[in-house]
Structures are given as structure tokens and as C-alpha cells.
């Protein structure tokens, strides 16, 4: 990835210190139209993986308006803006009933009798899932005495559970994935919950390759051992509901399954939401409430959070709201059935390509590798085409999240022309090494300490480089 230190240097100045004088509105905002108009056009397009989840333009003036008119309000301070209490209580309730969570989940600990659901809106995916564990943590601690706590996710789980794990002291199990499926060895996950394990993980789906884990089984092993069971929708959670009314094959893995303890879900991805914005939520509130945080005597006066965040902006709640209520359920479900015919078309592509396999069994995101050529081949002409995927690597694949861009007319059958050129460009280079294989795929041989650390240093620069300021002339 190239990525200039001083973009658009050409025709902004770098401020290099707070410019004494302001610029004038008018030119600044000429400036940032440009700039946001060239970027946009690299996924009009339509050949751009998973980020714009809706890529409507009109949706998104919609939602900004009714940003505009709340950015400015902290939600912190709820007398002064009641508005913001019915925002986020309804995100909340809308969630929660997409998610089945009125239901009962079974008999026993950890399923639904007699608790009551609750959420909590959240920064992002991340932000969901490090709440969550947080949760657990603090619930554990209160109420079975747990001082070393772990959890334990499958291997294909986001990496958000590493790090709230890393952030939290918290020991994090990796349970290594069925490599036909790419779903969790359930047996794994069984053999090593101990008497110390807060909660377990399924995803629904994973961000690798798009399939669902077996949650009903997790929920059962969840139930006998007295653990928690994080269900990570934070992809799939506003789409795979939609996908199941539409009548594809989608396994529940919301609150109907008994076990099931609470869910991440990104309002920003599928929710068709502003970036900023996702809910985790809990079948029992009183294990979000064991995060809440609060100071009684501080001499600045009385303090109370409901998460790590201080100052919230009232803007993205009222825009999250915005989105959820303008679409609602037959919105959804329209953008649902665009996106799962379109994805399964474009695996359709896929399928018909003989050198190339699918992995799993996954519904509107699919990963591909091959098994003649590196995969990253593909990547490398797909790219000189104006395609964008994520890249994979153990093993190398490539995975597409089908978004509303690519719902537009011709997307699918470019998707299908380009990918058999590219094919036939792999086959072609079966003996040399892919040019974007050595960045993204796996090392060879698998990771050493030596790679581990070599690429860390890369990455260090290249995050350096994104928070880069400008030296002095
Ligand atoms: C995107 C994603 C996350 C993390 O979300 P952020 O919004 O990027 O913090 C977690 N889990 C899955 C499955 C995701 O796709």
C-alpha cells in the first residue's frame, strides 16, 4: 500500500503548526469536496470488498443532516438533551428485537429465565467486543471469584478479542477451526474450558471467510459449564436475520439459541449507519452493568460512565437512529435480498473457475484460494482491473464482502469476465511468486519468531507514516 506522507500536498499547505490566520470556508470546503469526490470514486465503482456497506449517496446526505443537527450535544450530559436518551434506548430496543431477545433461550444458568436484556452502544466492532469481555471480567470477578480469567475464541475470530484480551489482562485461548468448514472444533473449545473461563466465542459470520460456527453446539457446551458464549455478529448481525426471513439457509445464532450471552453487532457495517457507531448486547443486564463504571467522591463532583468512553457525540446516535428508523425491517430486508443474489452470483463466478475453491459454506462474504497457483496472482491482475479484496493468508485466499456497490447492474458480470482473465494470468505465473503474496499472504513454511518480528517492524512504520507530522521547513 503507497500511501503519500503529505497527501494532497499539491494543492493544500501543510500545516506544519495551528495556521495563525483560518482559511476561508468557502475554499476549505472546496478542497475537502474534491478530495472526498476522487476517493469515492475508487468504490463507485463497485469493485471494492466489504467499507461501504450501503454507498448511497442520497442515504448518506440523509444520515449527515441528521448528524448536523445533534454533533455538537454529549450525550453524557442526558438532562440537557432527553432526545439522545430515546436515540439510544431505541438503537438499543431495535437491536435487541432483531436479535430475538425477548426470548426465553432455555432453561438454567446462562439462559434466559427470568433476565432482562440489555445494551450497550459502542464506538465500533472493537469497542463492542472489548465492552463485552469487560463485562464478563468484572461479572465474573463479583460473582464466581474468578482473579485469572480466560476466554476462549476460534482461531477465524476478529482480532478485537486478542486485543481487549491484551488490554484487560485477560488470558485468551485460540481454538484452532475445521479446515473444510472453517468452523470451530467445538471438541477443542470443550477440553479446555476450565474453572477459570469467563465466556467462549462463536462468530456469525467471521470476517475471514463469511461462515457461521456451530453456535447451538457452543450454547450447549456454554450451558453445562457455566461460562459465558460471545456470539460476534458485529458482520453478519444486520444482514443474516434479513438473509434468514428471505429464505436462505442461515442457522440461528441470535437469543433463540439457549446458551447465548451476548452479541457484538455494527450499526456502522450492515446497520447502514455513520462510521462510529455498534451495540453489544446482553441477555442479563447485570453483566453489562458490572462495567459500569463510577466515582463517588472525586472533588470535581459525582461520576458515572456506562463504558470506557467519557463524551459521546449525540450526532451519531441520532444518525444511527436515523438509519435503523427510515429503512426499517422491509429496507433491510430489500438491501439483504440485492446483496445475497448478488453474492451468490459472484460465487457463482467462482465456482465455474476450475482452479479455484471456495472455503466453507459462507452466505454474503466468500473466501477463495486455489490450489494450482498462489491466489495472490488473482490478486495482482484483479488489481490492474480496479478490484480491491481483502487479503488472507494460512492459507492464502482472498475474501469479497458483497456491499450495495456491488449490487449495481454490470458489477457481477465484470466480477465474472475479469476473474477468468485472471485465472488464466495465474496459471500463466503458476511457477513465480505473486507480487502482493509477499505483503498480504502467509510466510512460508508458516510464521517464525524472526518473520513475527520483521513484520511487526513494517507495520510500525506504516502506522508511524498514517500519524506522521510534517517536520519543520
Ligand atoms: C469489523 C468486525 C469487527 C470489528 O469491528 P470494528 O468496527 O472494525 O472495530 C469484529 N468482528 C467482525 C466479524 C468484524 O467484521
Known sequence: MEVSPFPYEDRLPVNRGLPEKGMAREDLLEALAAMAKEE??????GKVSGTMYCGDHGHYRFLVEAFGLFAHVNALQRDMCPSVTKFEAEIIAMTLDLLHAGS???????????TTPAGLVTSGGSGSIAHALLAYREHARLARGITAPNVIKPETAHPAFDKACHLFGIELRRAPVDEATTRVDVDWVADHID??????VGSACNYGYGTIDPIRQLGELALSRGVGLHVDACLGGFILPFGEELGYDVPAFDYRVPGVTSISIDTHKYGYA??????VTFRDKAVRNAQYFYLTDWSGGKYCSPGMEGSRSGGLLAATWASMTSLGRDGYRRYAREIFETAAAMRAAVAAQPELRILGDPTFLFSFTSDVFDVYHVNDFMQTRGWRFNGQQYPNALHMAVTRPQTRPGVVE???????????????????PAASGAIYGGVIGGMTDEADDFIKVLMADMMDSFQHVPPPT
Open 414 to 432: 465484470a466480477f465474472a469476465a475479469d476473474l477468468a482473465d485472471a485465472v488464466a494470468f495465474g496459471v500463466e505465473h503458476q511457477d513465480e
Open 274 to 279: 455513520l462510521k462510529g457507531t455498534s451495540v
Open 40 to 45: 469515492d470514486a475508487f468504490w463507485e465503482t
Open 195 to 200: 474453572g477459570e473461563t469467563i465466556a467462549i
Open 104 to 114: 426465553s433461550g432455555g432453561e438454567g444458568e446462562g439462559a434466559g429465565g427470568g
